[in-house]
């Protein structure tokens, strides 16, 4: 994790040192980028912070799905995931802009994340 500082975050998500799938770390880097008045490099954040959130959203879904077709030996296993996910997902949505973010990506772009990370669809719902 970065440093909350202008000086370390906006040149460590140039240059590809900010892990994707932390979403402090996003948070860091979007409030660094918007205080070094940096909007381009605030929006990409946005774009990785709505990349995530929805990833976060497909997981629980799909956790969700999982519970109820799962043995319960895998219950704590699928719990762990589901509360790691939501705990992310809190954590991008406190932000406005990652919030607005997330609800506006297109519809393409959210069937593709959740084609690879959400429910499998095996035809046997009700």
């Known amino acids: 994790m970065i440093q909350q500082s202008t000086d370390t975050a906006v040149p460590a998500l140039m240059t590809g040192l900010i892990d994707h799938d932390d979403p402090q770390a996003l948070v860091e880097a979007h409030a660094a980028a918007v205080a070094s008045g940096q909007g381009a490099l605030a929006e990409q954040v946005c774009r990785f912070a709505a990349v995530l959130g ?48 997330i609800e506006a990506m297109s519809d393409e772009d959210v069937d593709a994340i959740w084609c690879q990370y959400g429910p499998f669809d095996d035809g046997d719902d009700d």
């Not at 219950?75 to 406005?96: S, T």
């Open 54 to 101: 929805q990833e976060m959203r497909a997981t629980t879904a799909r956790v969700g799905h999982d519970l109820t077709r799962c043995h319960e030996h895998r219950y704590d296993e699928l719990w762990a995931e589901d509360e790691a996910a939501e705990a992310k997902l809190r954590i991008l949505v406190a932000v406005p802009a990652f919030k607005e973010a």
